[in-house]
Structures are given as C-alpha cells and as structure tokens.
C-alpha cells in the first residue's frame, strides 16, 4: 500500500451535536428545586430547543415526537411522567422466533423501559412520577428507547416480517447525491479490498485489520445511511473487535462485509437513503478533553512511528482514530475542521507525504490547537439545496394530524375509544 485512502467529505455540513447544556444544567437545577414539570421541558430543550414547541400541545403536558422509524409519546398526568413508543406488529408467522428476541431485548438492551406485549402490538413503556424524573435518568430512559426502538424494528421487520406500527416521515436523497454516494462507496471498497490482497499475502493481519475498519467507518461517515444497512454496517464494525475468534478469521468476516457492500446496487443502496428527524441522538457529544485522553496512547505510538519514519504505520493509524472518532461521536465544529482540513490534503497521497499531515493534525488535538491546515482548493458536492428541501419537509409535519393518530394509537393499546 503505497497510497492513503481517498477521503470524502460527510454529506451532512455539521457533525456538532445540536445538544444545549445550558438547558440541562438548568434541568437540573429545577428538579433540585422541585420544580418537577418545568426539568422536564427543560431536558426536552436540552435534546432539541424546538421539539417542546414543534411537537407539544398548548400546555405542554403533551408531545409526540418522532425518531427515526418510531415514534416517541410523553404525556405528563396527575403529576406521573407517562412515556410510550409504538414498535411493531407481530406478524402472522415466526411469531415465536420474534418474542424470544424482544425478551432478549428486555433483559440485554432495556435497563428501565420495557417492551411490552398488548394485543398484537408492541410498544416501548415507562412511567414514575415526576418527582422521580431526574433529569440524568430521564435522558438515559430516552436514549435506550430511541436507540433500541429505531435500531431494531428494521431488522425484526426484515428477519421476521413484523410489521411497523409507524412509518416514518422521511426525505430521500436527490438523485445526483445517491450516483455520488455509490461511486465513493465503490471506490472506497475497490481500495480496501485491493490493500487487503497485499496485507493478507504479506500476513500482516493488523494492518488488513486497520483497513476494513477505516473504510466501513468511513462509509458511515460519508453516507449516513439509515434503516438495515446502517444496522449491517455498524454491526460489520463491532465484529472487527471481537476478541473469540482469531485475528485472520475477524479479518475475513470483515472482507466479507465489505465485499457486501461492494456488491449492493445502486437501487438498493438508494432505498437506505434519506434523512429522517431523531429525538435523541445514538452518539455521543464530543469533548476535547475526552478525545484527547482517548487519543493518548495512540499518540504516543504514533510519535514513535513518525521518528522512525514509519509512514504506513503513521498514516494507517491515524486516520483509523479519525473514522472512529466520528463513528463513536458528534464531532464538534473545531476538532471535524482540523480534521477534515488533514484528511483532504492527505488524501490519496503518497505515504510519506500524507504522514506529516495526519500526524501534525493529531499533535495539534492533543495541544488543544485546533486551527485547521489550509485547504487546497477541490470540488464538493453543493448540498445547500438538498438541506433546503429537507428542511422545508420536515416543516411540513402535520403535527396536529400525528398528535391524532397516536392517541388513537394509544387507545387501541389500552383498550380506549379512537377519535
């Protein structure tokens, strides 16, 4: 491997976190005061300052609030915190195989929700009072419904035919953003599989290792895919770290995946696609303190390897902590420009050219010196006109109309009369 890999930049402007700590210092400082309601729309500000608005009723007792393919209901009655999510239908068939795995869900997945069996729906609950809506806790009940609920009912409606209780409101990408995304996709699993020849001939499994890791991270990065290919792909990366099996077989499965990939249609790959809004992010808030501590030992190796002048080393591992950096987090705005600025003037470069590049990038983080290299100049992708549409979809909600369906929804769980 004499070349970096190509790197393209994420489809999406801003990998920031859109989380307001203000709002939940404040959250929490109510709830320390007893002021139990007014937490908890303030830890709704925190998640997203226009949600309360956006998706509540008149005296905010009320919201329904979508995230990815489910949907989130919080309802606030005789002073209890109420919390619903449709899942899924059961289906007609493979019933059984279905229900052992939202046991599984429940006992694995689920420390305070549960998944709950009403009829034939499934739905996500949890209820306390309010005065027992802390706000660290309540983040954490909506996170692992979010998480749990959007992740999985793409792939029990895949594996089992189970049926969706809500359709999300989603916006496909442009036709013009799907041919740019297949051609990268294209290119970057080309340049993986032809280093993995090299490194697996030369038995050198770490670094045939590094590499399907970088470009499966990287496709996430640069696609943002939803529904079961997000789900494939982030299971592909998690396997890469399983440590029951050896190195080699690892590798393969990871080629496998890949290869995968590689082999999707364009058609295909186009139907997991689209923006979808979400309540509560599946990643984390990024911090510079943490990412420097993550970062430490990697750099210390690193320095090593630059004074020894081992640039495949330098540049291999490098950019894998650049795609892990942002599989594992939303990257705020200062450390995605230093390192953006580094992987496109790295990128396809010759190793001993890009080496001083990453490595400096990965220095200047650790120094806290976070002003991007200059960038040479290079062609992107406009997407001003594809956030528009986007924007404009989303502001086109119904939320009146969503608000009555999922009482209905709701009633028909508990047995109430629809509207």
Same mark, same amino acid.
Not at 12 to 31: L, Y
Not at 280 to 299: A, H, M
């Given at each position: ?22 709002? !939940? ?17 303030? *830890? *709704? ?36 915190? @109420?919390?619903?999510?449709? !899942?899924?239908? *059961? ?14 869900? =429940? ?27 802390? #706000? ?9 419904? +979010? %998480?749990?609920?959007?992740? $999985? ?11 969706? &209780? ?9 036709? @013009?953003? &799907? ?19 090299? !490194? ?13 890791? %970088? ?12 529904? @079961? ?16 099996? #050896?190195? #080699?077989?690892? &590798? ?22 689209? !923006? ?13 303190? =943490? ?11 690193? +320095? ?19 795609? @892990?950096? $942002?599989? $594992? ?16 003037? %790295? ?10 590049? *990453? ?7 650790? =120094? ?21 549409? &986007? ?6 909600? =119904? ?21």
């Amino acid at each position: 491997m004499n070349k970096t890999l190509t790197f393209n930049q994420s489809t999406i402007a801003s990998t920031a976190s859109k989380f307001n700590d203000d709002a !939940f210092d404040k959250s929490v400082q109510a709830f320390e005061e007893k002021q139990y309601k007014k937490s908890f729309e303030l *830890l *709704l500000d925190y998640l997203n300052g226009g949600f309360r608005i956006k998706y509540g009723n008149a005296d905010g007792t009320e919201f329904t609030i979508p995230h990815g393919s489910i949907i989130v209901n919080l309802k606030i009655e005789h002073d209890e915190l @109420q919390i619903t999510a449709p !899942f899924l239908s *059961l289906p007609e068939k493979n019933r059984v195989p279905l229900l052992r795995q939202i046991a599984g869900l =429940n006992f694995s997945n689920l420390d305070l929700a549960s998944i709950i069996l009403r009829g034939d729906h499934l739905a996500f609950e949890f209820r306390c009072p309010l005065s027992l809506a802390e #706000p660290y806790k309540m983040y954490y009940v909506l996170r692992e419904i +979010c %998480s749990t609920g959007d992740r $999985y009912d793409d792939e029990f409606v895949t594996k089992f035919g189970a049926q969706r &209780v809500y359709e999300p409101n989603v916006t496909p990408y442009g036709a @013009q953003l &799907v041919d740019a995304i297949y051609d990268v996709v294209q290119l970057s699993c080309k340049e993986a599989l032809d280093a993995l020849k090299e !490194f697996e001939n030369a038995r050198k499994y770490g670094y045939a290792w590094n590499v399907l890791c %970088s470009t499966l991270m990287k496709v996430l990065y640069y696609a943002h895919p939803q529904g @079961q290919l997000l789900n494939d792909l982030n299971r592909a990366v998690r396997n890469m770290d399983r440590e029951d099996i #050896p190195l #080699p077989e690892i &590798v393969t499965q990871g080629r496998q995946a890949v290869e995968r990939l590689q082999q999707l249609t364009k058609e295909a790959l186009a139907d997991d696609l689209y !923006f979808v809004e979400t309540f509560v992010p599946d990643k984390r808030r990024s911090n510079l303190k =943490n990412i420097q501590s993550n970062f430490e030992n990697v750099f210390k190796n690193l +320095c090593n390897a630059f004074e020894n002048g081992d640039w495949l080393y330098c540049c291999m591992v490098a950019t894998y902590q650049f795609y @892990q950096l $942002y599989f $594992y987090n939303n990257v705020q705005d200062d450390v995605n420009a230093v390192v953006v600025g580094a992987l496109k003037q %790295s990128s396809a470069k010759p190793l001993e050219e890009a080496a001083p590049i *990453l490595y400096r990038a990965m220095e200047n983080i650790m =120094n806290g010196n976070l002003t991007p290299p200059v960038e040479t100049p290079q062609e992107t992708t406009d997407m001003s006109d594809y956030m528009n549409m &986007v924007q404009q979809s989303m502001q086109n909600v =119904n939320v009146s109309e969503l608000a009555k369906q999922m009482k209905n929804l709701m009633s028909s769980f508990f047995g109430g009369k629809k509207d």
